[in-house]
């Protein structure tokens, strides 16, 4: 009997096993980001309370240039990774402005 081509494939176990292997991974990473606004977040307090500026430029551009070495390292594109880092550094200083703000 011929198989149904609208029928819904089996599932393949070795793809199966990379997701959910994938999906530990971005599960671990939304903790981390997480615990790392969690603690960006008492920084923005902080610099509120002790009237220091939201932004830290050179901070920034020292955080930008380790990430891309250790990307090198790790063999992961530093392109992305600093896209990655210069987003997640805009909302850091979004949340210290709000929280210089009142």
Do not use: C, W
Not at 8 to 37: C, G, Q, T, Y
Request: charged share 30%; aromatic share 6%.
């Amino acid at each position: 009997m011929p198989q149904d081509p609208h029928a819904p494939a089996a599932p393949d176990p070795v793809l199966a096993a990379f997701r959910k292997s994938i999906d530990n991974i971005d599960a671990a990473l939304i903790h981390i980001l997480a615990e790392r606004f969690r603690i960006t977040q008492a920084v923005g307090k902080y610099k509120a309370k002790a009237t220091l500026p939201p932004a830290d430029p050179e901070r920034e551009a020292r955080q930008i240039a380790r990430l891309r070495k250790l990307s090198e390292e790790a063999d992961l594109d530093p392109e992305f990774s600093e896209k990655f880092l210069r987003f997640i550094i805009e909302e850091v200083i979004r949340h210290h402005e709000s929280a210089a703000a009142g």
